[in-house]
């Protein structure tokens, strides 16, 4: 259990490949699409075979790496000798136009025969074949690489087309005709000119397959698939939501396909020591049945990944890239809070992508800075905007800015712009001090603040008000909503009135029913109204005090577009929060955005 990107299939991959196990992966939608569960469990079934087959081949293969290597160097070096001592082959176009020009007498036939046959003795003596100890030193020392041979290759012949299927009736018999037919029929060969390295490449497997027994690999394989298999099946709330939830008698192709999914589960054999594993970033969907003991008993939370999981993924997937000697993947790690191994995998990539549209050598450390804005803020969108909607902007993201500035318990600004950013037309990015995995009141407070701030902005400096702020009060409404019913943080004591809405199913809560009166819910409404209302008017408050920092502020993101914290330190001098604990940069960091 765990988010999107945090390496749930990875981790399954892993403990296969620790277990010595072979491993197969499904889809949970491939039940759905089927519509019935015993077909693809079978499919699942062959597929663990087939994996298993091909783990104990890559075994036993690599056991006889060192009589192949021999076969391949025999094979090679043949070829080889063959292409060093070959005769230049004579061409028959020339010598019947020769012989039938008039000019050319049997008398002088015969001399060009002898001229001819001298010239190969000479060739012959005076090429002679190298030796067959210093051509295998060379080859050897890889001195041979880029010479061409020629090498005949075995190829199993394919079946005609009109064979591939049954077709009809008979499309669903599992009968493997053209694996059948493929075996009958003799292998073809083919002769192909290739480098040396090519040609080593391409024959190990063949020659590493001729030195294995297949037969006992196939009977190992399916001992091993039945005894230490392990089946991982992903997206599991794709066909496990829970059953029941719409309004009235339900009986669609999902909820049919999830019963038979738990037969299925129970018809295992109880001697088969065959693993099933399942992935999902949404338990709280999962049908109760599921999770009952023999199913799915044993629950794994992966959780996203800390400071140090963090550098130690940047590490693996910086790892093929060229870095400045400048980048420090520890900073990195402080800087992406919040990301996932998938995230972090994708600020490798985007980084290196920026590094090559300048065609530098190496990644430095601002392509880093520059792929983590445009993750976060979105990609530099280019709109052209008037005066007018500039300075709102401007003043808007200057209010949001200043506020949590001015607020100490709220989250450090990195960043404010106004460039058009994804679907934002301005953003502020803060970045936390430390990782938090607990949230106090005066913290949730101070982001509430932050969040009307751009409001409140647009209120005092222009004198009216715009859409620009819809995203910041649907945050703030949530905010405050989570505050009031979930959180006792209100003023309606400890009561948490949002227990239903874990289930997020259009019929499940009307079959349910609200577990609060109406009286409570205008109560809700009215604290809702006053915590929006009052912290709305602290945002006001606090930049009508500092009116003069908040028009230099907006001026210079006029002029300038995008600033940094220290230019933000030049403009509003030090943040009375900051001169009392260490500055986020020597600390953990996680972006937040308000727009």
């Known amino acids: 259990i765990g988010p999107t990107g945090v390496g749930k299939t990875e981790i399954a991959r892993r403990l296969a490949f620790l277990s010595g196990s072979p ?286 999981g963090r550098e130690a993924i940047l590490g693996v997937h910086s790892r093929p890239l060229s870095l400045d000697p400048k980048v420090d993947l520890g900073v990195l790690a402080r800087t992406t809070m919040g990301f996932s191994g998938a995230d972090l995998a994708n600020l490798c990539n985007e980084a290196a992508i920026l590094a090559a549209r300048k065609n530098s050598a190496h990644v430095s450390m601002a392509d880093f800075e520059e792929a983590i804005d445009k993750i976060l803020m979105g990609g530099v969108r280019p709109l052209l905007l008037d005066e007018h909607d500039r300075r709102t902007i401007a003043y808007h993201e200057a209010g949001h800015a200043l506020i949590a500035w001015l607020t100490a318990a709220a989250d450090p600004v990195h960043k404010v712009t106004i460039t058009p950013r994804g679907q934002a037309l301005g953003v502020t990015a803060q970045l936390p001090g430390e990782d938090r995995y607990n949230y106090t009141r005066t913290y949730l407070l101070a982001r509430l603040v932050v969040l009307l701030g751009g409001r409140a902005a647009e209120e005092l400096a222009l004198g009216e008000i715009t859409t620009g702020a819809e995203n910041d009060l649907k945050q703030a409404t949530r905010l405050a909503r989570h505050m009031i019913t979930r959180w006792g943080m209100g003023n309606l004591g400890l009561a948490a009135f949002d227990a239903g809405s874990e289930q997020p199913f259009l019929g499940y809560d009307l079959s349910q029913g609200r577990e609060y009166s109406e009286s409570m819910a205008a109560e809700i409404d009215h604290e809702l109204a006053r915590l929006l209302d009052e912290h709305h008017e602290l945002a006001l408050r606090l930049l009508t005090e500092n009116r003069h920092k908040l028009d230099r502020l907006a001026q210079a993101l006029l002029d300038e577009e995008t600033i940094d914290r220290a230019t933000l330190v030049q403009l509003l001098g030090p943040r009375e929060a900051d001169l009392a604990s260490p500055s986020p940069e020597h600390g953990d960091e996680r972006v937040a955005l308000a727009a």
């Open 23 to 308: 491993f197969v992966k499904v889809e949970a939608t491939k039940f759905t699409e089927v519509g019935y569960v015993g077909r693809s469990v079978d499919s699942m079934v062959r597929e663990l075979v087939e994996s298993a087959i091909n783990f104990l081949k890559k075994e036993e293969m690599q056991k006889v790496v060192a009589l192949a290597q021999k076969e391949v160097e025999k094979i090679i070096l043949n070829a080889i000798t063959k292409t060093s001592v070959k005769q230049p082959e004579k061409k028959l176009g020339d010598f019947f136009s020769r012989f039938l020009d008039s000019k050319i007498t049997m008398e002088s036939f015969g001399d060009r025969d002898r001229q001819t046959s001298q010239k190969a003795e000479t060739f012959e003596e005076d090429t002679p074949p190298p030796h067959p100890m210093d051509l295998a030193e060379r080859y050897r020392h890889g001195e041979l690489d880029d010479q061409f041979i020629d090498i005949e290759i075995e190829k199993a012949q394919q079946p005609p087309l009109g064979v591939m299927g049954l077709g009809g009736d008979m499309s669903d018999l599992e009968i493997d005709l053209q694996g059948v037919l493929s075996n009958l029929m003799p292998p073809k060969k083919i002769k192909k000119r290739m480098t040396v390295a090519q040609a080593r490449k391409i024959l190990m497997p063949i020659e590493s397959e001729k030195l294995i027994d297949t037969d006992k690999i196939t009977s190992d394989a399916l001992e091993l698939a039945q005894n230490d298999g392990i089946i991982f099946i992903d997206e599991m709330d794709a066909v496990g939501r829970r059953r029941g939830t719409g309004v009235g008698n339900v009986n669609d192709e999902r909820e049919q396909t999830l019963n038979q999914l738990l037969v299925e589960m129970d018809g295992f054999d109880e001697r088969a020591e065959v693993v099933i594993l399942a992935a999902t970033n949404r338990p709280d969907v999962l049908d109760p049945a599921l999770q009952r003991p023999g199913r799915f008993d044993r629950q794994v939370t992966v959780s996203l990944p800390d400071r140090n």
